[in-house]
């Protein structure tokens, strides 16, 4: 089975989606195709970047996945693969990528030149789709590109340790379903700064001294139910590795979020403070 996955910001509200699917099927009718997200929000590539990182490990190792967000190609966003990881990362070289090459060192990467072998009507999604199902086939990526080196970093992924090493500066990356706000300040980033140190979460107009290991961790005394703790505010690392700040059982139709009840936005300043 070759898996293919799918990132993009395209929406569902249109075609392109279902278009894109059929595409794939019609280049290679065996591909298991797998939806991570079309909600990206238009062009974040930090926001794609984050999803990549939180979901690819999921998958089998093999699996190939395409980004379609910020993809025309023209002289500064060249096409590329990448190989890490034993996984495959098709995607514009608009630092997308850059997340998962400061944790590990890629295996291969390609800058696609295959353009100039399709059709004259073909778009860039084609050849997305032409590179995909070429590696998912069990294809060589010197096929499809020529070897580099080099790709475009993100620097809003990089949490940034202030000189004196007491604190640590981050942003808001990602705003979730739930309303709660991803920062870019990595556990591993945290405990290596820390080192056991006493610490405070400094942002807007609100502060938090603990991160917990979970959200139910709020509960922190057995005489009230779990109930009682609804609304609360908390930090935790989640499942990505990333400082999340949340609202204990929020609903951001209903009762609010930490997005809109804390005033934190993408992109807001997260600062650890330690003592």
Not at 18 to 30: F, N, P, Q, R
Request: aromatic share 10%; charged share 20%; net charge neutral.
């Amino acid at each position: 089975m070759s898996i293919i996955t799918l990132t993009t910001d395209y929406g569902l509200k249109d075609h392109f989606v279902g278009a894109l699917k059929g595409k794939i099927l019609s280049e290679y009718s065996e591909a298991s195709i797998i939806d991570i997200s079309h909600d990206i929000d238009p062009f974040n590539t930090v926001e794609a970047s984050y999803i990549i990182g939180a979901s690819y490990a999921s998958f089998p190792k093999g699996t190939v996945h395409l980004i379609g967000v910020d993809m025309e190609w023209n002289k500064e966003n060249q096409h590329i693969v990448m190989q890490w990881n034993d996984h495959y990362f098709i995607a514009a070289d608009n630092g997308i990528l850059s997340m998962l090459s400061q944790k590990i060192v890629p295996q291969k990467i390609v800058t696609i030149n295959i353009h100039d072998r399709l059709h004259n009507e073909a778009t860039d999604m084609d050849v997305f789709v032409k590179v995909a199902c070429h590696i998912a086939k069990g294809g060589l990526l010197n096929i499809i590109g020529k070897e580099t080196n080099n790709i475009k970093q993100v620097t809003e992924l990089q949490a940034v340790v202030s000189v004196d090493n007491n604190s640590l500066k981050g942003h808001i990356i990602y705003i979730d379903h739930f309303g709660n706000v991803v920062t870019n300040i990595s556990k591993k980033q945290f405990l290596e700064v820390a080192k056991g140190r006493p610490y405070q979460i400094v942002m807007k107009t609100k502060n938090i001294k603990t991160i917990l290991p979970n959200y139910s961790a709020i509960a922190s005394s057995d005489k009230y139910p779990i109930k009682y703790y609804e609304g609360e505010k908390l930090a935790l690392f989640n499942e990505a590795g990333f400082l999340e700040i949340a609202i204990f059982r929020s609903n951001p139709s209903k009762v609010g979020s930490a997005n809109s009840l804390l005033g934190l936005n993408y992109r807001d300043v997260v600062t650890i403070v330690f003592s």
